[in-house]
């Protein structure tokens, strides 16, 4: 028998096992399903929560803002820098407000706990982690009370898996004297 005609015969063999236990009727006449998470499925934006406090600055001054993510007992997210790239650090942003200059966040030291899913102890939060934003106020900025939007990425975890990031989102009352 050819090669080729081989081939054939081994990829149609191939084919009728592979759908052998398969008693559903596939359509593909339409997009790919998009799957639906399971009643009562843990996400990140459950188990993980935000808050900002209030901070006080002179105009030319700076200060920094303290972001507080609340991390439900038995989770944990990764820290900022995340153990390997793969992973989704906890990342906090600032939007630009004019007047005002948000600098780099400062990430609290990590602590380093070893899961079943990862071969290494992983560098994560768990808690309270306090992160703090610079902020640097303009010399000509108007006096008053500044809403400076903030938004801080998580990806929270178990001891077993981990769940679909997501965007928390807070607002910093800034106020210029």
């Given at each position: 028998m050819p090669i080729k005609s081989r081939l054939f015969a081994l990829s149609c063999i191939a084919l009728v096992f592979s759908s052998c236990g398969n008693n559903q009727p596939v359509d593909r006449s339409g997009p790919p399903a998009t799957p639906t998470p399971a009643a009562g499925m843990v996400t990140s934006a459950d188990v993980v929560k935000v808050q900002a406090a209030n901070v006080a600055l002179s105009a030319g001054g700076n200060a920094d803002a303290a972001v507080t993510l609340s991390i439900s007992p038995n989770f944990h997210v990764n820290a900022n820098p995340a153990s390997y790239s793969y992973l989704i650090p906890s990342e906090l942003k600032a939007e630009k407000l004019e007047g005002?200059?948000?600098?780099?966040?400062?990430?609290?030291?990590?602590?380093?706990?070893?899961?079943?899913?990862?071969?290494?102890?992983?560098?994560?939060?768990?808690?309270?982690?306090?992160?703090?934003?610079?902020?640097?106020?303009?010399?000509?900025?108007?006096?008053?009370?500044?809403?400076?939007?903030?938004?801080?990425?998580?990806?929270?975890?178990?001891?077993?898996?981990?769940?679909?990031?997501?965007?928390?989102?807070?607002?910093?009352s800034v106020e210029v004297k």
């Open positions: 005002l200059t948000a600098g780099k966040p400062v990430y609290p030291a990590a602590e380093k706990k070893k899961f079943q899913f990862a071969p290494e102890p992983l560098a994560v939060y768990e808690g309270e982690a306090l992160i703090k934003l610079p902020l640097y106020a303009e010399k000509n900025i108007t006096n008053g009370t500044l809403s400076l939007p903030v938004s801080v990425r998580v990806q929270a975890c178990d001891h077993e898996q981990c769940f679909p990031p997501a965007t928390l989102k807070t607002t910093i």
